[in-house]
């Protein structure tokens, strides 16, 4: 659509439809003329620098806007991000204030009466995975919520851990439920017959992303026909991705289809350290170390235990310099 921008003594350019605005004061105005409909901004497109921005005066109607329709890939992508992180943090908000039960009933219970997941949030992730036109790799990406490392920084007074992921598993099960013809029909239209030769391209990696992420979030509904899916996937696979994809998921489920594949995975690369170290065992005291680092971020009596481990840790004798630097640094 042409733009026309409307000066300070009235006079109005015609910009075209593409045009630059300068801002060289603390404080600007621009007004747009000839507008047919109230506009939705999508700023800092195809802006590569880290930015942390605010802007007045945007609803969730916006964001839900440019979820659905941003032609800018990053933008459309933080605007999920936004409305995903605002909801669990309202969510979780409502759960610490029910009471100290964190059980998936309990949680389920207090979100549901804080209003749930919303419709809206529901058909833009559907709008994504329908996008014919977008990429596997963005579809898969954008239908992520943040982690609860990353909604940590944004909880006050200290936050519980697992309640936290108690709520953040009830976003993950609706979303999972009500998207559950799209995923399924995600998983089928990226999934190689038997037999394909891995590939490694950027189409076969983003198809890949897609199914695997797909069926990441079916799993969480411990559908038995899902899990028992997952494990055939997790045995037949021809590649390492969606191997540890399968696996990653059966190891979040309770039941013997998680057993046995932790068992088969460490019998078949028993002799081949480095994969077990990878996505097994433990990692090296300095990686292991770094998860107290964020003690402070958790509620009084977690805070209390960390603290305690991490003086253990800096008190015992032969510490590397790594360990000690981290642990050290820590608890000032």
């Keep these: ?21 300068r801002f060289d004061t603390a404080e600007a105005v621009f007004t747009f003329v000839e507008v047919p409909s109230e506009p939705v901004p999508s700023l800092l497109r195809g802006f590569s620098a880290p930015v942390k921005m605010e802007v007045s005066g945007q609803s969730d109607e916006h964001l839900y806007f440019l979820l659905a329709h941003d032609s800018d890939p990053f933008n ?4 999920g991000q936004r409305l995903s992180r605002k909801l669990l943090l309202q969510l979780y908000s409502a759960a610490a204030a029910g009471g100290a039960a964190h059980g998936d009933k309990a949680v389920a219970e207090r979100c549901g009466a804080a ?4 419709e809206a949030l529901v058909a833009a992730f559907k ?16 239908i992520s919520l943040p982690t609860s490392n990353e909604l940590l920084d944004a909880i006050s007074g200290g936050a519980d851990p697992t309640l936290l992921y108690a709520v953040r598993m009830y976003v993950v099960r609706q979303l999972a439920a009500a998207l559950r013809p799209e995923l399924e029909a995600a998983v089928k239209a990226n999934d190689d017959p038997a037999g394909t030769p891995y590939a490694f391209t950027a189409a076969a990696c983003a198809r890949r ?8 979030l079916l799993s969480t509904l411990e559908d038995p026909t899902i899990t028992a899916m997952l494990l055939r996937r997790f045995k037949e696979a021809s590649n390492m991705t969606d191997e540890i994809s399968a696996l990653g998921s059966l190891v979040e489920l309770s039941g013997p289809e998680r057993e046995t594949a932790l068992a088969a995975f460490y019998d078949k690369f028993k002799d081949e350290p480095l994969v077990l170290l990878k996505w097994l065992g433990l990692q090296v005291a300095a990686r292991m170390v770094s998860a107290f680092t964020t003690w402070r971020q958790y ?3 977690r805070q209390a235990l960390m603290r305690a481990q991490l003086e253990r840790i800096v008190a015992h ?6 360990v000690f630097e981290i642990a050290s640094k820590s608890l000032k």
């Design 209 to 216: 992303a897609l199914k695997n992420r797909a069926l990441a």
């Design 317 to 322: 004798p032969g510490l590397s310099e790594n």
């Design 115 to 118: 209003g749930g997941v919303p």
């Design 76 to 79: 459309r992508w933080e605007a």
């Design 127 to 142: 709008a994504l995975l329908t996008d014919e036109d977008l990429d596997g790799s963005f579809k898969a990406m954008a």
């Design 299 to 301: 509620d009084a009596s």
């Design 1 to 21: 659509m042409p733009l026309k921008l409307r000066h300070a003594d009235g006079s109005v350019a015609d910009l075209g439809t593409t045009g630059v605005l």
